[in-house]
């Protein structure tokens, strides 16, 4: 089975507007990330062209469809092994705008969901800020559907990010910033994955060399710093 490589579609998404841009189909390497409870770091290598180089923008969103949306944050140039200058794109996945807004009240509560506290601090800081210049353009929150434990919770000294990471990875729960260009919206969700390790699920695609879905593999072991034997002795003298 060989996969084709995906279409990397180009927004731009600013205070102003929320505009389709074109798409790269031309590249030759990709590391595209995606994260349970955070962002992650994409990559991009693409030939420089005048179509690439209009498109490959700082502050442009690169989008697979039915995946997910990442920001072109670093722009680089470089000359591969044939002499030819090629591009290496970096950004993280769009989460990262979250990164981007400090929470600007004091959150204080005694009995509520970790899943309510999460949308709370990002509806209070970045959807409905009392200063509306605070705003994130186009995002918004999906329902709450109670996900977690109820417990006391205060924090005034922290980026909404970073919250958010602290609450999601005390009882592995999951969020992220759906990008939907087709109405225009960046919806933050809080959600439950499922253990997929405990069951065959249709969903597990499997990985293997003799698929030809992976063209590679390295196998690296090292036992230079193998210990078996451990030597514990006091303070006072005697024997060991």
């Not at 180009?10 to 790269?24: H, M, P, Q, R, W």
């Not at 092994?81 to 996945?93: A, F, P, Q, S």
């Not at 509806?123 to 918004?140: A, G, W």
Request: with cysteine.
């Amino acid at each position: 089975m060989t996969l084709s490589p995906p279409e990397l579609l180009v927004y731009k998404v600013d205070n102003v507007e929320f505009t389709a841009l074109g798409s790269i189909s031309q590249y030759t390497s990709l590391t595209w990330p995606d994260k349970y409870n955070g962002y992650d770091s994409f990559e991009l290598y693409a030939p420089v062209t005048e179509h690439n180089r209009n498109l490959l923008q700082k502050g442009y969103v690169l989008y697979i469809k039915k995946r997910n949306a990442c920001l072109i944050e670093i722009i680089d140039s470089e000359f591969d092994e044939d002499g030819k200058r090629t591009y290496l794109i970096k950004g993280r996945t769009i989460e990262a705008l979250l990164e981007s807004r400090i929470i600007w009240n004091p959150y204080s509560c005694t009995s509520r969901y970790i899943s309510t506290i999460m949308y709370d601090i990002v509806n209070e800081n970045c959807v409905n800020p009392t200063n509306p210049s605070r705003k994130i353009p186009y995002l918004s929150c999906v329902k709450d559907t109670f996900i977690g434990n109820k417990i006391e919770y205060q924090e005034s000294d922290s980026t909404v990010y970073k919250a958010l990471v602290d609450l999601s990875q005390e009882q592995e729960i999951g969020f992220t910033i759906d990008f939907l260009p087709e109405s225009k919206k960046l919806q933050f969700r809080v959600y439950q994955g499922n253990d997929l390790s405990k069951y065959s699920d249709p969903n597990c695609i499997l990985l293997s060399t003799t698929m030809e879905d992976i063209l590679s593999s390295d196998y690296y072991l090292n036992i230079q710093a193998d210990k078996n034997v451990a030597l514990v002795a006091g303070e006072a003298t005697g024997s060991k």
